[in-house]
């Protein structure tokens, strides 16, 4: 008997109701989505090592009966270790279970197991060996499942109270139920080209793999049948964005007037420095795309203090000068209020009409807003995802600056798109990253776009000197910053948190208060944080700005926008507790004049392997990408990618970073494909068609 891919989990034999609630919280609610949840490693139980071949430091399998088990109990807490001795045949094994109180009771003398872990030597007893926390697998019965021993045994990652064998004889009874005449989803000749097993095969060898296969290519996720659905999920993903790029440069935009004289006068005017050559040659590459009638989709990649919102605003200007409007979305509201500030700054110059919208404001406010933006007033529109509320109408929206477009879904992008199209016409797209992205990663996540970088910072920057100390240390920290301001210097000092919270973080304005009093008494302190409003923000970095301020204490609002040429020094307190992207952004705020400058971590004596990974970085390096291979080694893709708080690229077989090459592959098959005019219609037609659940994982609902 086959079934539907699309049948409910719990009609699958080994799963039933509480078992499919446990699997909802998975988002697995079907037998393909069951299918999709993958072994993340494979057992060899066709050969079993003897106890007494073990050696230290190695990996092993054994099988071996309970000889006793008893867990000893810790002076504090109810956490036990569990000390177990197995033995096979050939000798005796000690293994240890921290946290192991739980198996107290549940295994007994006599009970057959199946062991999986590293062998190390025994610090208490050095002449023997024993197994920390090795994996088990405990059977009733002399006669093992087919799905247990004799193969190459998939293992799996519990859920819940659903554990790695259960989850392996239900995935054992879904195999079955694939039907043998299962339509494969790559073109035939392109399967057929790469020596590609059919996605029946690959789907029930990557779950149990054939007698003969590679145990090592198994673990590497580099088994054929691994491989085809790895390449299957990157080569749809990169198919949508092909057939998007086609789809997208075959749309009406605005082509504008850019080489009017009063054009490059408006530009000249708003210039605060002499620019790049850098920015002057991707300035270049947008106005060649703004003069042509089709919309521009580019993506603006420069590291921090590159100059991106210049260049970005340069290009609304061109914008602005044909007679049209443009937008400006952010993410968060702390980072559309810092570009709302920047924009109309720089842009004063020019008289050019600035508006603000984000949820925060007051409704009479936003009213206002909305009707200067309705009647064409307000030329420049600054906001977050306010900007795609139903009531919000431009009078003639053409050029979009997204900002960080990978922490906002497909549909909120598109809806602000929507916005221009309203009027007739495609806008004209830019989009902002401050994250150096390795290129296949790129490839990734704007495929469909074309790429300009700013790879030169402007000229007078200094080298950052960035260290790292302890919070014992802080009384040094504050005497060279006394020194700095004395020199007549500026300085920032970072928290976390605004208010006291129960984490136990040092926060903002608690620290504000303690270091004018306390620490820096006779120096001029500022606060800045994500509460305040627009005019008190603005009104403290105007200070800021004049030096009127002398140390401005703040939150992560000074993460972006913030350019004060006199701050030379960053001292970021609990930075264990920030990201790397984060931690680069904020030092990016200092060595922008010509003085030294220095950004000082503090952090507390003990913390996690990867947060002094991550300080260590950040002493090593001030090169984006560098630390942007580290950030994505330390978190992987998906937090990278910010997918967390998007739900973008759902791969649930690939990585892009561990298969770097099938997405190259699979990216130059799709756009291949998709550059054949008599197929392009056919494979719109070939996604359409795949289930809801494929089209909202890898964006698919944008193709046609």
């Given amino acids: 008997m086959s079934l539907s891919l699309a049948t409910e989990v719990r009609m699958i034999k080994g799963v039933g109701p509480q078992r499919a609630e446990l699997l909802a919280e998975r988002g697995i609610h079907t037998l393909e989505d069951l299918l999709t949840y993958l072994p993340f490693r494979y057992e060899d139980r066709i050969h079993f090592s003897n106890i007494r071949d073990i050696q230290p430091n190695g990996t092993y399998t054994i099988r071996a009966r309970v000889m006793s088990g008893q867990a000893v109990r810790r002076m504090r807490g109810r956490d036990a270790i569990y000390h177990l001795l197995v033995q096979d045949d050939s000798g005796s094994l000690a293994c240890k279970f921290f946290h192991g109180g739980y198996l107290?009771?549940?295994?007994?003398?006599?009970?057959?197991?199946?062991?999986?872990?590293?062998?190390?030597?025994?610090?208490?007893?050095?002449?023997?060996?024993?197994?920390?926390?090795?994996?088990?697998?405990?059977?009733?019965?002399?006669?093992?499942?087919?799905?247990?021993?004799?193969?190459?045994?998939p293992i799996y990652e519990a859920i819940g109270t659903f554990g790695s064998r259960a989850i392996r004889r239900a995935m054992y009874a879904a195999v079955q139920l694939l039907d043998p005449k299962m339509p494969d989803i790559l073109p035939r000749e392109l399967s057929a080209r790469l020596g590609y097993p059919s996605r029946r095969d690959a789907i029930i060898?990557?779950?149990?793999?054939?007698?003969?296969?590679?145990?090592?290519?198994?673990?590497?996720?580099?088994?054929?049948?691994?491989?085809?659905?790895?390449?299957?999920?990157?080569?749809?993903?990169?198919?949508?964005?092909?057939?998007?790029?086609?789809?997208?440069?075959?749309?009406?935009?605005?082509?504008?007037?850019?080489?009017?004289?009063?054009?490059?006068?408006?530009?000249?005017?708003?210039?605060?420095?002499?620019?790049?050559?850098?920015?002057?040659?991707?300035?270049?590459?947008?106005?060649?795309?703004?003069?042509?009638?089709?919309?521009?989709?580019?993506?603006?990649?420069?590291?921090?203090?590159?100059?991106?919102?210049?260049?970005?605003?340069?290009?609304?200007?061109?914008?602005?000068?044909n007679g049209c409007q443009a937008a400006l979305m952010a993410p968060t509201e702390i980072l559309a209020v810092q570009h709302y500030l920047s924009a109309?700054?720089?842009?004063?110059?020019?008289?050019?009409?600035?508006?603000?919208?984000?949820?925060?404001?007051?409704?009479?406010?936003?009213?206002?807003?909305?009707?200067?933006?309705?009647?064409?007033?307000?030329?420049?529109?600054?906001?977050?995802?306010?900007?795609?509320?139903?009531?919000?109408?431009?009078?003639?929206?053409?050029?979009?600056?997204?900002?960080?477009?990978?922490?906002?879904?497909?549909?909120?992008?598109?809806?602000?798109m929507d916005k221009a199209a309203s009027h007739g016409h495609a806008p004209h797209v830019l989009v902002l990253t401050a994250t150096p992205i390795p290129r296949t990663l790129s490839l990734t996540l704007y495929?469909?776009?074309?790429?300009?970088?700013?790879?030169?910072?402007?000229?007078?920057?200094?080298?950052?000197?960035?260290?790292?100390?302890?919070?014992?240390h802080l009384p040094g920290v504050w005497e060279f910053l006394r020194r700095e301001v004395q020199a007549g210097h500026q300085a920032y000092i970072v928290?976390?948190?605004?208010?006291?919270?129960?984490?136990?973080?040092?926060?903002?304005?608690?620290?504000?208060?303690?270091?004018?009093?306390?620490?820096?008494?006779?120096?001029?302190?500022?606060?800045?944080?994500?509460?305040?409003?627009?005019?008190?923000?603005?009104?403290?970095?105007?200070?800021?700005?004049?030096?009127?301020?002398?140390?401005?204490?703040?939150?992560?609002?000074?993460?972006?926008?913030?350019?004060?040429?006199?701050?030379?020094?960053?001292?970021?307190?609990?930075?264990?507790?920030?990201?790397?992207?984060?931690?680069?952004?904020?030092r990016g705020r200092i060595g922008r004049g010509a003085a030294k400058s220095h950004c000082i971590l503090v952090a507390p004596l003990r913390m996690t392997e990867e947060a002094k990974a991550r300080l260590e970085t950040m002493v090593r390096t001030a090169d984006g990408f560098e630390i942007a291979e580290t950030d994505l080694l330390l978190r992987g893709p998906g937090e990278f990618f910010g997918t967390r708080q998007s739900g973008d690229l759902g791969f649930h077989v690939a990585s892009p970073l561990r298969d770097r090459e099938l997405l190259e592959r699979a990216r130059r098959e799709a756009f291949s494909l998709a550059d054949d005019t008599a197929r392009a219609s056919s494979l719109e037609e070939m996604l359409r068609a795949l289930p809801a659940e494929w089209q909202r994982r890898y964006h698919l609902a944008r193709v046609g």
């Fill in 447 to 472: 495929g469909d776009l074309d790429v300009s970088v700013l790879d030169e910072l402007p000229p007078g920057r200094t080298p950052i000197v960035t260290r790292m100390t302890t919070e014992p």
């Fill in 495 to 586: 928290y976390p948190v605004i208010e006291e919270s129960k984490l136990e973080l040092k926060a903002a304005m608690e620290e504000y208060q303690r270091l004018s009093k306390e620490v820096f008494p006779k120096l001029k302190i500022g606060l800045l944080h994500g509460r305040l409003s627009s005019e008190e923000k603005e009104e403290v970095m105007q200070r800021f700005r004049k030096n009127e301020v002398q140390i401005l204490v703040a939150t992560t609002v000074v993460e972006v926008g913030v350019d004060v040429p006199n701050a030379t020094v960053m001292v970021i307190e609990h930075a264990e507790r920030f990201g790397l992207s984060q931690l680069h952004q904020l």
């Fill in 104 to 153: 107290e009771g549940r295994l007994k003398p006599g009970q057959l197991l199946i062991l999986h872990g590293k062998a190390e030597i025994d610090k208490l007893r050095p002449a023997r060996l024993e197994m920390i926390n090795p994996q088990i697998e405990v059977f009733r019965s002399e006669e093992m499942d087919s799905t247990e021993v004799g193969r190459i045994v």
């Fill in 205 to 321: 060898h990557t779950h149990f793999p054939p007698p003969g296969e590679s145990l090592d290519a198994l673990n590497a996720f580099r088994s054929p049948a691994q491989q085809r659905l790895i390449f299957e999920e990157f080569f749809l993903y990169q198919l949508s964005l092909a057939l998007e790029r086609r789809a997208t440069r075959k749309e009406n935009a605005i082509a504008f007037r850019v080489r009017e004289d009063k054009v490059r006068e408006a530009l000249k005017r708003i210039l605060p420095f002499k620019p790049t050559a850098a920015q002057k040659r991707v300035l270049a590459e947008i106005a060649a795309d703004l003069e042509k009638p089709a919309p521009m989709n580019r993506l603006l990649q420069g590291d921090v203090g590159s100059g991106k919102t210049i260049v970005a605003l340069q290009a609304a200007v061109i914008a602005m000068e």
């Fill in 344 to 416: 109309r700054r720089i842009l004063a110059a020019g008289g050019y009409r600035v508006e603000l919208l984000i949820s925060g404001m007051k409704f009479s406010e936003k009213t206002a807003a909305l009707e200067r933006i309705r009647s064409g007033e307000a030329q420049l529109v600054v906001g977050t995802h306010a900007l795609i509320e139903d009531n919000v109408e431009f009078a003639r929206l053409a050029f979009v600056t997204i900002d960080e477009q990978h922490r906002f879904g497909v549909m909120q992008r598109k809806r602000l």
